[in-house]
């Protein structure tokens, strides 16, 4: 049968090639599609995967009513110790780092501002990755910073320098670079979250808008399961009421823009309808073949083929051609996969998660992450992709048997 079968495929060249890369499209637009969808989600990821979050989460405040001394940006308003504890308690919630953005504006400018506690390694602990000069905070550190390289070079600052903030001076202990280890909260000066909750607690530009309590918090950085992370979102969002500000991957997402959302949501559909369309096309190419050779198995009815070794054979050669569209679907997905990688994929940080003044000179700065588009075909792709090609298969073998039917040996051998 084997031999027959191969002689069958090579007789008949065109109506093979045709077939095999019929089905070979179907199967690359599927494949490259979800390997196109992967590589934004992956990209869509990166922004938290900086800082080694999965999903911050803040609450929208208000405006403050003047901007002298220390400010929150409207973006962000005082989260309390219980609803910390809330969050951490969710189910799937792994940790929870705490930290207070703020703005400050005195005589000798603005500088954005950013408390954390650096004995937690993710959120604001990754800054550590980027430093260049002079050393990280320590737990118990008060009254020292650490300042943004680029702040450090417009204002002449070095180590042992000092700094401003709300009247406050702050030693210099360390240079970082920012910019390297993520686009999430940049500030210019970072401090010991203790020394920022002090602050903030008197400041009155803070105390006019918010209720703010010695121990609160107004950006958090949270580590969650991944397949939980949307439900935690969700429950993240209840906890923080309808001023919720709560960004994971899947927001990011939405901020790729309509190509991608297209592909995300109807990616699996558009793979799916082209992978029918060629099975139609090898449907029809293996009915075409069928009726060309209705000679031939009128011959084989004669000299004492049954049906179902006759319907046993055409599944063999269809089996044959559609695992070979398949592998050439394959190859296609992965060439194509393989050019997508060598392009960038910029992904827009919202204001929110860090923002900066509106009316200060230059306005607020455009804020992006540019990763590599990940595309890549997995396992359970290529797993699925020679599912289909069976599928394909077995769905024109349903056919075969009642398209065989039909051929009348008496008839077609009338002539004879």
């Not at 405006?63 to 989260?79: D, K, L, T």
């Not at 004492?304 to 006759?310: A, E, L």
């Amino acid at each position: 049968m084997l031999s027959y079968v191969t002689s069958e495929l090579s007789r008949r060249p065109s109506r093979t090639v045709a077939a095999v890369i019929s089905i070979g499209i179907g199967i690359a637009l599927f494949v490259s599609l979800q390997a196109y969808a992967n590589g934004f989600r992956a990209a869509a990821r990166a922004p938290l995967s900086e800082v080694g979050a999965d999903i911050t989460a803040q609450r929208q405040g208000d405006v403050p009513e003047e901007f002298e001394g220390i400010v929150y940006p409207h973006s962000v308003a005082p989260i309390d110790p219980d609803e910390i504890k809330a969050m951490a308690a969710i189910e799937g919630v792994e940790d929870v780092a705490e930290s207070l953005f703020f703005w400050s504006f005195d005589e000798e400018g603005f500088l954005a501002g950013l408390g954390f506690d650096p004995s937690v390694d993710f959120g604001p602990g990754r800054l550590k990755a980027g430093l260049t000069e002079g050393r990280f905070l320590q737990p118990g550190d008060s009254d020292v910073t650490i300042v943004d390289t680029s702040f450090a070079i417009q204002n002449a600052l070095g180590l042992d320098d000092t700094v401003s903030i709300a009247g406050r001076q702050f030693v210099i202990v360390g240079l970082v670079d920012t910019a390297s280890v993520g686009q999430i909260a940049n500030a210019n000066v970072y401090l010991s979250l203790a020394d920022a909750r002090e602050m903030a607690a008197l400041a009155p530009n803070v105390l006019a808008v918010h209720d703010m309590g010695p121990d609160d918090a107004n950006l958090l950085f949270l580590k969650a399961e991944q397949t939980q992370a949307e439900d935690v979102v969700a429950a993240v969002e209840v906890v923080l009421g309808e001023k919720a500000l709560v960004s994971s991957a899947e927001s990011f997402g939405g901020q790729l823009g309509a190509l991608f959302d297209l592909i995300d949501r109807f990616g699996v559909i558009v793979g799916l309808s082209a992978f029918l369309f060629a099975v139609a096309i090898l449907l029809r190419t293996v009915a075409a073949g069928v009726w060309e050779r209705r000679r031939e198995v009128a011959m084989m009815r004669a000299v004492g083929w049954r049906h179902r070794n006759i319907t046993r054979q055409l599944m063999s050669e269809t089996l044959v051609v559609t695992f070979l569209g398949g592998l050439v679907g394959l190859a296609l997905a992965w060439l194509a996969t393989a050019v997508m990688s060598r392009s960038d994929v910029t992904v827009p940080v919202p204001w929110e998660l860090s923002p900066s003044p509106h009316f200060l000179p230059g306005g607020a700065a455009d804020v992006t992450v540019v990763v590599p588009l990940d595309a890549q075909v997995t396992l359970t792709t290529v797993v699925i992709a020679l599912v289909l090609s069976l599928v394909a298969a077995a769905l024109v073998s349903l056919w075969l048997p009642r398209r065989i039917a039909n051929i009348k040996p008496a008839e077609v051998l009338r002539s004879e």
